[in-house]
Nanobody, 126 residues
Framework: QVQLVESGGGLVQAGGSLRLSCAAS????????MAWFRQAPGKEREFVAA????????YYADSVKGRFTISRDNAKNTVYLQMNSLRPEDTAVYYC???????????????????WGQGTQVTVSS
């Protein structure tokens, strides 16, 4: 079972930036597409961004397109989420997740991801 550990969350003012990291254990990180999801209080967990196993393709929710950038470093077993121009509505717990199947494109569906980190809180003040 892989372990995913997120870091980099915190409190930031609107318009600011944060960079989240998700470090994975094991030797198979480069086999899997990865994604970031988020969950705000009282809301369902939602898709934010995803990246294919080699990093060649990325996908974003409309709400973050142009502001967030997902990337990965397979040598470091780490996936990143650079968040710029943050808004109060970006406040949530952010989770990284690993696709259930190897060498398979990511989706926006939670059920297609089998391993999750513990989450990191991002709070954007107005």
């Amino acid at each position: 079972q892989v372990q995913l550990v997120e870091s980099g969350g915190g409190l930031v003012q609107a318009g600011g930036s944060l960079r989240l990291s998700c470090a994975a254990s094991g030797r198979t990180f480069s086999f899997y597409s990865m994604a970031w999801f988020r969950q705000a209080p009282g809301k369902e967990r939602e898709f934010v961004a995803a990246i294919t196993w080699g990093g060649s393709n990325t996908y974003y929710a409309d709400s973050v397109k142009g502001r967030f950038t997902i990337s990965r470093d397979n040598a470091k077993n780490t996936v990143y989420l650079q968040m710029n121009s943050l808004r109060p509505e970006d406040t949530a717990v952010y989770y990284c997740a690993r696709r259930k199947l190897t060498y398979t494109a990511p989706t926006t569906r939670l059920a297609d991801f089998g391993d999750w980190g513990q989450g990191t809180q991002v709070t954007v003040s107005s």
